[in-house]
């Protein structure tokens, strides 16, 4: 058997406003900050769910973290070896604020609902 060496297919959640929220996130950075946003992309992209600790870290209810020193990128897997980006801060502090969590949940429920209606 072959090991799989594709990658994954990264997409990115769009409300239903047709607001893109990483793309917003990811165009406001700048210098070092938007080189670590696509390194860890990059590195997403290869290892998928093999991806952990210091670059990965799942914060419940499947979603998921990339951390660097200055931004965080939030996410979801999906099937078919899909990831779905739902947003992006800056690295203000240590926890993510209970706000941002709750909107990650909503972005996260708008695609599970998304998936199910395709089934």
């Excluded at 801060?89 to 990650?104: C, E, F, S, T, W």
């Amino acid at each position: 058997m072959e090991k799989e060496t594709s990658g994954w297919t990264i997409d990115e959640y769009v409300t239903a406003n047709g607001k893109n929220l990483v793309l917003a996130f990811l165009s406001g950075l700048t210098g070092k900050a938007k080189a670590e946003a696509i390194a860890l992309l990059k590195l997403l992209k290869e290892r998928g769910n093999l991806l952990g600790m210091p670059h990965s870290k799942p914060l419940g209810e499947k979603i998921f973290e990339l951390r660097g020193n200055q931004v965080r990128i939030f996410y979801i897997f999906r099937p078919g070896r899909r990831i779905t980006l739902l947003d992006g801060m800056v690295k203000k502090q240590d926890r993510i604020p209970a706000k941002m969590l709750g909107h990650l949940r909503n972005c996260q429920r708008d695609v599970e609902a998304t998936d199910a209606k395709d089934l």
